[in-house]
């Protein structure tokens, strides 16, 4: 029987390379989102890696988490393991941000990230365990600005991982997170001009592994923190960022050697 996965928001981006990584790993994956179109093309794109389906979800509709999480009650189809991916990014600035948008993004990227994991640890919960990773970012930590409902937003998921990690424990239920860096995503490849993703290499050079993410480094991670292999790992936020966060210093400024 194969391991079952979910990963929301999993049509394209970083939770399209996460399907693709678990499905190379003996997973028979779920991917969710909203726009049905992608979805197919998702699945057309994926389908020769492994058993994988999709499900159009809006992960802020509670009938369609529901409905989405409700295909594990057969228990010959439990849920081994659940990834929060689905979210958006927001360049609104504070003092032009409007409630409503402030609450979208909160609910998209908080909200939904709740939904999916409590409406998921019920049925690992009643099949025996499982693993949950919810996928955060960096910006939980800190912000170059702009940012203010997303980095307000993931720093809830951050904190959301380690309280769920502690309630399911006695479950057998681990939940972690990843906070991604900056990502060279195929969309980034695709519309961002020649000039501009220049610049954003240039920009980079200054952080420790002087380049942006990887997909698969972040899909490898996820996949790793769902596995047996971490089985003694719950509760934590593992950055995936090429040594952002832990760069304090402009690198132009440090001494030469």
Same mark, same amino acid.
């Given at each position: 029987?194969?391991?079952? /996965?979910?990963?929301?928001?999993? #049509?394209? &981006?970083?939770?399209?390379?996460?399907? @693709?990584?678990?499905? %190379?790993? =003996?997973y028979a994956v779920t991917i969710a989102g909203r726009n049905e179109m992608e979805l197919a093309a998702a699945v057309s794109n994926l389908n020769s890696l492994g058993p994988v389906e999709a499900v159009a979800a809006d992960v802020t509709n509670e009938d369609d988490v529901e409905r989405l999480m409700s295909r594990f009650d057969?228990?010959?189809?439990?849920?081994?393991?659940?990834?929060?991916?689905?979210?958006?990014?927001?360049?609104?600035?504070?003092?032009?941000?409007?409630?409503?948008?402030?609450?979208?993004?909160?609910?998209?990227?908080?909200?939904?990230?709740?939904?999916?994991?409590?409406?998921? /640890?019920?049925?690992?919960?009643? #099949?025996? &365990?499982?693993?949950?990773?919810?996928? @955060?970012?960096?910006? %939980?930590? =800190?912000?170059?600005?702009?940012?203010?409902?997303?980095?307000?937003?993931?720093?809830?998921?951050?904190?959301?991982?380690?309280?769920?990690?502690?309630?399911?424990?006695?479950?057998?239920?681990?939940?972690?997170?990843?906070?991604?860096?900056?990502?060279?995503?195929?969309?980034?490849?695709?519309?961002?001009?020649?000039?501009?993703?220049?610049?954003?290499?240039?920009?980079?050079?200054?952080?420790?592994?002087?380049?942006?993410?990887?997909?698969?480094?972040?899909?490898?991670?996820?996949?790793?923190?769902?596995?047996?292999?971490?089985?003694?790992?719950?509760?934590?936020?593992?950055?995936?960022?090429?040594?952002?966060?832990?760069?304090?210093?402009?690198?132009?400024?440090?001494?030469?050697?």
């Open positions: 029987m194969p391991l079952n /996965a979910v990963v929301t928001g999993g #049509s394209k &981006g970083i939770g399209f390379g996460i399907a @693709a990584c678990l499905l %190379a790993r =003996g057969d228990p010959s189809r439990p849920l081994s393991l659940l990834v929060n991916n689905a979210g958006v990014s927001d360049y609104k600035t504070l003092l032009k941000m409007d409630l409503a948008r402030w609450r979208s993004v909160l609910d998209i990227n908080l909200t939904g990230v709740f939904l999916s994991l409590q409406r998921g /640890a019920r049925r690992m919960r009643a #099949s025996g &365990g499982g693993a949950i990773v919810n996928v @955060a970012s960096i910006d %939980a930590a =800190g912000t170059d600005g702009r940012q203010s409902a997303y980095g307000a937003a993931k720093a809830g998921v951050v904190n959301l991982t380690k309280t769920a990690a502690v309630e399911l424990a006695p479950y057998g239920i681990r939940v972690n997170s990843v906070s991604p860096g900056w990502t060279l995503t195929a969309m980034i490849k695709d519309h961002v001009s020649e000039a501009a993703l220049r610049h954003m290499t240039e920009s980079f050079s200054r952080v420790p592994l002087g380049r942006l993410v990887e997909v698969d480094e972040i899909a490898r991670t996820v996949a790793f923190l769902g596995s047996d292999e971490a089985s003694g790992i719950t509760g934590i936020d593992v950055p995936v960022d090429c040594g952002t966060l832990a760069n304090l210093y402009i690198a132009e400024t440090l001494p030469k050697e």
